[in-house]
């Protein structure tokens, strides 16, 4: 597909890959490309919004009026928080599936059929915000009724899931022909995280389904009215679940990029896999901190879900953070790749941009997004940060920052063993992970910093002075420049991924293999088989996690001072 793959197949469509020793057939690795290319589109468009987004959000500039910033803020979450992940994970299935079980995709015409849907619904979602006139409101991510947004949104909406819905039955077709050929095998972890990221997906898409499609009857008159406390109770079934399809999918990442390029090997399965079961039980409930301050739900519920049935989630989270890069440690250490309590990681190749784009999303989506996650989801601390703009902070700490610089690591690597295409730009490659991760951190810190000390409201254009009140911004300005600053070299950042990659496939040269990898499996291949993984020293892993709790225990208690200083209790 698109003329530029550099490889070579056998009769019945198949190869294999010289760096994994996957076999891959074409039907499977046509639709890899098709879906993660239109990804990167979508990231460079929701790239360019996000300069106008910066430019309004960073006062000094304040280049867009409010109606306009709200139709560009639109743009940009929509392409994305959702085109820009949906599509690049729906490849993420495919190589999780086809690549790694070594089959044919399953129905691969339905594979085509949905990314039909999912294509003429982006670009119908994105007619709906450019078109938008009052009455109509630009929808933002939520489009809360009974402010009404344009028709042809919520129509565009509804195709994009059913899209990614049905696109995602050919990974599940595949699975089941696995499963039908091989009743007693286990599924490789990988694509048994992709299987549990497609559950989490389905629940997520069905909830989606039931908010939008009754929304849209409204908005053309068939139904006349919308009970506004139903919508945003039945809307974070796919406002949140989509950002949980994420979480699943990066995780999935991690483990297949720290194996492919770090040498990374699984501790433990059983508790790896355990650890996704839990997400499918308990990762929905990460959406009750979007209803918090909602009268429509009762103690109760808040309580169960912010408190007892959260922490299986969180629990599931913790055992990720552990065996990740535990299992890159005993990895490393199993094949000789240094010794000493961090020799196994002075020594992983820091300059693979693909390796230190994972490596950076471990660590960043862990410090950013995910204690800020567990705290902004707990109900007391939850008051502190609801509708400010730490709120945007935490989301881009965790998507802008930890999956998409997940998706950008697996992306470099599709250009390789995908389209078999050597990277270009040098020194730009190398650099790019660690300018789009430092500048996106900053950003992000700047957000939350707004929002929990200051209280910078999430959505408003302008806040520096609030018309008609005596109440102001304006000692937060200098942190609104470092955060527009940042947010632009961000932005960079990330056109440097989408220039690397688009010049790699045009003009880069054959990719003929990492000798450094094939190091590695030769590596693997002699090994002694008793040697286990979990034989092997983790202490660098464990002092990394007494770090990461440290900081966790120390960011908690801060949030519940601030929170203690809201209201003053006594004379």
Request: charged fraction near 10%; aromatic fraction near 16%.
């Amino acid at each position: 597909m698109f003329g530029l793959s550099t490889f070579e197949y056998d009769d019945d469509g198949f190869r294999t890959c010289g760096v994994t020793g996957l076999h891959i057939h074409r039907s499977a690795e046509d639709m890899v490309k098709l879906f993660g290319l239109t990804a990167i589109v979508a990231l460079l468009i929701g790239g360019i919004f996000a300069i106008f987004v910066a430019l309004t959000r960073w006062e000094l500039i304040g280049l867009l009026s409010p109606s306009d910033f709200y139709r560009y803020l639109s743009v940009h979450a929509w392409y994305l928080l959702i085109f820009w992940m949906v599509f690049m994970e729906i490849a993420i299935l495919y190589v999780g599936g086809a690549f790694v079980l070594g089959r044919k995709l399953a129905l691969p015409w339905v594979a085509k059929a949905g990314y039909a849907l999912m294509a003429v619904g982006a670009l119908v979602v994105t007619y709906g915000i450019w078109t938008q006139e009052v009455p109509n409101q630009a929808p933002l991510l939520t489009s809360y009724a009974p402010l009404p947004s344009p028709a042809s949104f919520y129509l565009g909406a509804i195709l994009f899931l059913l899209g990614a819905l049905v696109a995602a039955v050919p990974f599940l077709g595949t699975v089941w022909r696995e499963k039908r050929e091989y009743p007693s095998k286990t599924l490789p972890l990988v694509t048994f995280g992709a299987f549990c990221t497609a559950i989490v997906a389905a629940e997520a898409i069905v909830g989606g389904l039931i908010t939008f499609v009754p929304t849209f009857f409204w908005r053309i008159g068939w139904l006349a009215h919308i009970d506004a406390a139903w919508y945003r109770q039945m809307y974070w079934i796919i406002g949140h679940g989509s950002q949980q399809i994420n979480l699943l999918a990066m995780i999935t990442v991690w483990y297949f990029m720290t194996h492919v390029v770090g040498g990374a090997e699984v501790a433990s399965e059983k508790v790896s896999r355990f650890a996704f079961v839990l997400y499918l039980f308990f990762i929905n409930m990460g959406a009750a901190h979007h209803l918090m301050s909602d009268p429509a739900v009762g103690l109760g519920w808040r309580l169960w879900n912010t408190s007892y049935a959260a922490y299986g989630a969180v629990l599931a989270s913790m055992i990720h953070a552990f065996a990740i890069p535990a299992g890159l440690e005993a990895g490393r250490r199993r094949k000789g790749q240094g010794g000493g309590l961090f020799g196994w990681l002075w020594s992983a190749p820091w300059r693979d941009p693909g390796f230190a784009a994972t490596v950076m999303s471990i660590i960043l989506f862990g410090f950013l997004g995910g204690i800020t996650g567990v705290m902004m989801g707990q109900m007391q601390l939850n008051m502190t940060w609801h509708n400010t703009l730490a709120v945007p902070g935490h989301f881009h700490g965790t998507v802008a920052t930890g999956t998409t610089l997940a998706f950008m690591g697996l992306g470099y690597y599709v250009v390789r063993l995908v389209f078999g295409r050597e990277w270009v730009g040098g020194v730009l490659a190398t650099i790019q992970p660690y300018l789009y991760a430092g500048a996106m951190s900053v950003a992000v810190l700047m957000m939350m910093y707004l929002g929990v000390l200051f209280g910078v409201p999430r959505r408003h254009p302008t806040v520096m002075d609030i018309p008609g009140t005596e109440f102001a911004f304006t000692a937060a300005r200098p942190f609104f420049a470092v955060f527009g600053i940042a947010a632009l070299v961000a932005i960079v950042g990330g056109a440097l991924f989408v220039a690397v990659a688009v010049g790699s496939l045009l003009l880069g040269g054959e990719f003929t293999g990492d000798p450094r990898i094939e190091a590695l499996r030769a590596a693997a291949d002699g090994g002694d088989p008793a040697d286990a993984p979990h034989h092997q020293s983790m202490r660098g892993t464990f002092v990394f996690v007494l770090v990461f709790f440290a900081t966790f225990v120390v960011l908690w208690a801060l949030n519940w001072l601030l929170l203690s200083q809201v209201w003053h209790v006594g004379p």
